[in-house]
C-alpha cells in the first residue's frame, strides 16, 4: 500500500498524426524560403527590398513556429488519487500558508478581495493546519477593516460550507449564481447565511464609498489604531495583525471547530526606497509567515482568483508526499482561468489552449512556468534551496511558538521583518525569495527554481481549481499583455535566457518552451510589416506572392490555411472556446501584436538602454456599469490610449482600402495573396469598422482617431515600395 503512486502520468493521444501534419508545414515552410531566395527581384525591380522584408518576416514566423512545437510535441496530463492520500497521510497532513496579494481597493475592490479569502479558509482541510497571509500593498485601512468583517463571517461560513459540501466556497461568486435551494433546511440555513453575507458587504461597501472608518467600528479592533491621517499609499510604516491566531483555544467557528489563522500585512513604504511590487510583497509574506507559522508548504493567489475547488491542496500534496516520484517536485502550478469570460470570449483572454496543450507540453520537458497564481511551492525552494537526491522535507515543520506567546509581541517582531530596510545588503530578491527586476517576476523565479534541479507539476483537474476575473475593456487586455510580453522578452534579452542560463541544467526543450513566451513581443515587428507592406504594395501595383496559377503558390497556401484550420480545431478540442471566439483570438493576438507587444519590444529596449525603468501597472478588475452591459454584450470597448487606437485603425483601414482597390483595379491571379491577407485582415477587423460607422455609445472610436488615422493611410499610400 505505501508504494501505490499518488499520481499518474499520461501521454496525449494522437501524436503520430500529428507529427505528419508538423513535418508537412515544415516541408512548406522550406519551399516558401527556397521560393524567396529564388525569385529574389533584380536590383532595377520594385519591390526588392520589400520582398527581402518580407522574406525575414516568413523566416521569423518559421523559426518561431518551431519554437512553439515544443509545447505540442508531446503534452502529458496528470490524475491525483487523493483517496490514497487520505488513506496514508491524513493524520500527518503538512499545514500549508496561503498568500493573498492585494494593492489598492478601487482597482481591486474589498469585497471581491474578502470573498476569495473566505473561499480559501473554507478549504476540505484541517482547518488548524491552514493559514492564511494578505498582503495589503496599498496599506488602506478600508482592506483591513473588511478584513476584520472577514475574521467575523468565517465562524459562519466555514461550517456551512462544510456542513453542504458547497461549490464555489467564495461567497460573492456563490450567491450571485447560486438559485435558492429546494431543501427546507438547507433553504433555511442558506437564507441564514446570505443575510449575513449581505449585511457584511453592505457594510463594507458603505465604508469604502465614504473612504474612512468610523471610531465606532475601530473600537473593534486595536489594529485599526495602526493607521494615523498622516499615512498614505506611498508612504506608511510596516502593520502586521493577527485577526485569528489559530493557537488561541477561543478561535473557533460557530461548531466548536478551529478557524484557520488569518493574518493581514502592510509592508513599509517610503518614497526614498524600491519597494520591487508584488516580488517585494511576497518575500515579506514568507519573512512574515516564517515566523508565526512557518509551513513547509505556500499557495500563493491573487487577489481575484478564488478557490474554486475545495480539494486543491489535498491534489497538490499527491505531487509532493509521492514517495517515489515526489522528491524532486518544487511547485504544482493550475492553470489561470476565469469566470467572467463571454460566451465567444471579446477580448480573446481565454488561456484554455495555453492550459489544454501549452503548458501540459512544457510540463513534459520538466514542468511549466510559475505564473505567479494559484502555485503551490515548498517553502525551501523559495528561500534559495537547490535539489540533491539526498534531500529530505520536514513535513512537520511549523512555528516555535508557543500558545501562551504574546500576540503583540509577536506582530511588532513580524513587522520589523518587512520594513524597508530589512532587506539592505541582503539575498532577498537575489538568492533567495522571489526575483527582483522583472515585470514578470514569478517566471524568471519559476526558471531560477528549475536551474536548481527542481521539477514542477501542471495539473488541471476538471473541476477548475481557481478562477479569476479577466480584463473587460480592450484597454485593460492592451496593459496586461504588454506587461506580460515585456517581462518575458526582458528575461530572453538578460542573462536568464533560457538557451544560456539554462543551458546543461533545464532539457532543451523546456529552454525552447519559455521562449515562446520569450518572443511574444519579438513578434509585434514582422506582423506590423505583414500588415501593412502587402497592402501598400497592393495599391502601387507590386506582387509579393507567387501567382495563383503558380506551382509555388501551393505551399503559400498549405502553410497558411493548415496552421488556421489546426489553431482552430485545438480552441476548439478545448471545449472550452466557440467557432466565433477562436477567430476573436486571432482578431486580438493580431491587435495585442500590433499594440501591446510593439510597446512591450519597445520598452524593453528603452530599459536595456537605460532610458527607463521597470515600472508595474495594476489591471483593474472593475468597470463601471455601462463597459459591463457592452462587455456581456460582447461589444468592444474602444477605451485604450488614442496611440493604441490609431495603430489598430490605420491598419484596418488600410487593408480595406487594399482588399477593395485590389478586387477591383488588380488581376485576381497575380495578387491573390496579398488581396486574400488584405480581405481576411478586413474580415478581422469587421469589430473596429463599426466602432467607426456605426456605433455611437462611449465605447466607440472617437472621431478625432479616426481623421489620424485616414491621415496616416493616406500618407503611408504616398510612402514609395522599393
Known amino acids: 500500500m505505501g508504494n501505490e503512486s499518488l499520481f499518474v502520468t499520461e501521454h496525449a493521444k494522437g501524436r503520430i498524426p500529428y507529427r505528419l501534419y508538423v513535418s508537412t508545414v515544415l516541408a512548406g515552410i522550406c519551399m516558401i524560403l527556397y521560393y524567396r531566395v529564388t525569385h529574389l527581384p533584380d536590383t ?68 471581491l478581495v474578502i470573498s476569495t479569502v473566505l473561499s480559501l479558509m473554507a478549504y476540505n482541510y484541517p482547518t488548524e493546519k491552514l493559514n492564511l497571509y494578505l498582503s495589503d500593498d496599498g496599506g488602506s485601512i478600508l482592506t483591513f477593516y473588511a478584513m476584520w468583517e472577514a475574521s467575523q463571517f468565517a465562524k459562519y461560513w466555514i461550517p456551512f460550507c462544510k456542513k453542504y459540501k458547497i461549490e464555489p466556497r467564495a461567497p460573492l461568486t456563490f450567491f450571485s449564481s447560486e438559485d435558492p435551494p429546494q431543501d427546507e433546511l438547507y433553504y433555511k440555513d442558506w437564507l441564514s447565511i446570505k443575510s449575513l453575507y449581505d449585511e ?76 520591487n511590487f508584488k516580488a517585494g510583497a511576497m518575500n515579506a509574506l514568507i519573512r512574515v509567515s516564517s515566523l508565526i507559522s512557518d509551513s513547509p508548504i505556500i499557495l500563493n493567489v491573487d487577489c481575484d482568483m478564488y478557490s474554486n475547488n475545495s480539494d486543491s491542496i489535498r491534489d497538490a500534496l499527491c505531487f509532493f508526499l509521492d514517495e517515489e516520484k515526489g522528491q524532486n517536485i518544487g511547485f504544482v502550478q493550475y492553470p489561470q482561468n476565469y469566470n467572467n469570460l463571454t460566451k465567444n470570449d471579446t477580448y480573446g483572454n481565454s488561456l484554455s489552449a495555453i492550459n489544454a496543450v501549452e503548458m501540459c507540453g512544457l510540463d513534459n520537458w520538466g514542468g511549466p512556468l510559475y505564473i505567479g497564481t494559484g502555485c503551490f511551492h515548498r517553502r525551501e525552494i523559495l528561500c534559495g534551496k537547490s535539489y540533491t537526491k539526498d534531500y529530505k522535507e520536514d513535513w512537520h515543520r511549523r512555528s516555535r511558538r508557543n500558545q501562551d506567546d504574546d500576540v503583540t509581541k509577536l506582530e511588532e517582531e513580524a513587522q520589523s521583518l518587512c520594513t524597508c530596510t530589512y532587506e539592505l545588503n541582503t539575498s532577498w530578491g537575489h538568492e533567495v525569495g522571489l526575483k527582483y527586476g522583472c515585470p514578470v517576476e514569478d517566471v524568471i523565479t519559476g526558471l531560477i527554481i528549475q536551474c536548481r534541479g527542481w521539477k514542477s507539476a501542471f495539473f488541471n483537474p476538471q473541476q477548475k481549481g481557481f478562477l479569476g476575473v479577466a480584463p473587460t475593456t480592450l484597454a485593460q487586455t492592451i496593459l496586461q499583455h504588454k506587461r506580460w510580453s515585456e517581462g518575458n522578452f526582458q528575461i530572453f534579452l538578460s542573462k536568464y535566457c533560457t538557451f544560456l542560463y539554462g543551458h546543461g541544467k533545464i532539457k532543451l526543450g523546456l529552454q525552447m518552451s519559455y521562449c515562446v513566451y520569450g518572443l511574444w513581443a519579438a513578434n509585434s515587428i514582422p506582423t506590423i510589416y505583414y500588415t501593412i507592406v502587402p497592402s501598400l504594395s497592393l495599391l502601387k501595383g507590386i506582387s509579393l506572392f507567387p501567382k495563383m496559377t503558380s506551382v509555388w503558390f501551393i505551399p503559400f497556401a498549405y502553410v497558411m490555411i493548415t496552421k488556421q484550420v489546426y489553431s482552430a480545431l485545438e480552441a476548439l478540442m478545448t471545449r472550452e472556446i466557440t467557432l466565433k471566439g477562436w477567430w476573436n483570438i486571432q482578431r486580438m493576438w493580431m491587435i495585442k501584436r500590433l499594440t501591446s507587444y510593439f510597446f512591450g519590444t519597445v520598452a524593453c529596449f528603452l530599459k536595456i538602454l537605460g532610458f527607463s525603468e521597470m515600472g508595474f501597472v495594476l489591471t483593474g478588475k472593475v468597470s463601471d456599469d455601462e463597459n459591463s452591459k457592452r462587455y456581456e454584450k460582447e461589444i468592444m470597448e474602444f477605451d485604450s490610449s488614442p496611440l493604441n487606437l490609431v495603430i489598430i485603425v490605420s491598419v484596418a483601414l488600410l487593408n480595406l482600402v487594399g482588399f477593395v482597390f485590389g478586387m477591383i483595379n488588380r488581376g485576381f491571379d497575380r495578387f491573390c495573396a496579398q488581396i486574400v491577407i488584405c480581405g481576411v485582415i478586413t474580415v478581422l477587423n469587421l469589430g473596429i469598422y463599426e466602432g467607426i460607422l456605426i456605433r455611437k455609445d462611449k465605447g466607440s472610436i472617437n472621431w478625432l482617431v479616426t481623421m489620424i488615422s485616414i491621415g496616416v493611410v493616406i500618407f503611408m499610400s504616398f510612402i514609395p515600395i522599393f
Open 200 to 275: 457584511m458587504t453592505n457594510r463594507i461597501e458603505s465604508v469604502v464609498t465614504s473612504g474612512r472608518v468610523s471610531e465606532e467600528i475601530k473600537e473593534n479592533h486595536k489594529g485599526f489604531y495602526q493607521w494615523t491621517h498622516e499615512m498614505t499609499k506611498k508612504n506608511h510604516p510596516s502593520i502586521v495583525q493577527i485577526l485569528i491566531d489559530g493557537n488561541d483555544s477561543n478561535a473557533i467557528d460557530t461548531e466548536g471547530n478551529k478557524l484557520p489563522t488569518l493574518v493581514y500585512m502592510a509592508r513599509e513604504k517610503r518614497p526614498e526606497y524600491h519597494h
Open 44 to 111: 532595377w525591380q520594385e519591390g526588392r527590398w520589400a520582398w527581402i522584408g518580407l522574406s525575414l518576416a516568413e523566416i521569423w514566423y518559421g523559426f518561431y513556429w518551431i519554437i512553439t512545437q515544443s509545447v505540442r510535441w508531446n503534452p502529458i496530463y496528470r490524475r491525483t488519487f487523493k483517496d490514497k492520500l487520505s488513506q496514508r497521510y491524513e493524520e500527518k497532513l503538512p499545514n500549508v500558508d496561503i498568500f493573498i496579494c492585494t494593492a489598492d481597493p478601487y482597482a481591486e475592490p474589498p469585497s
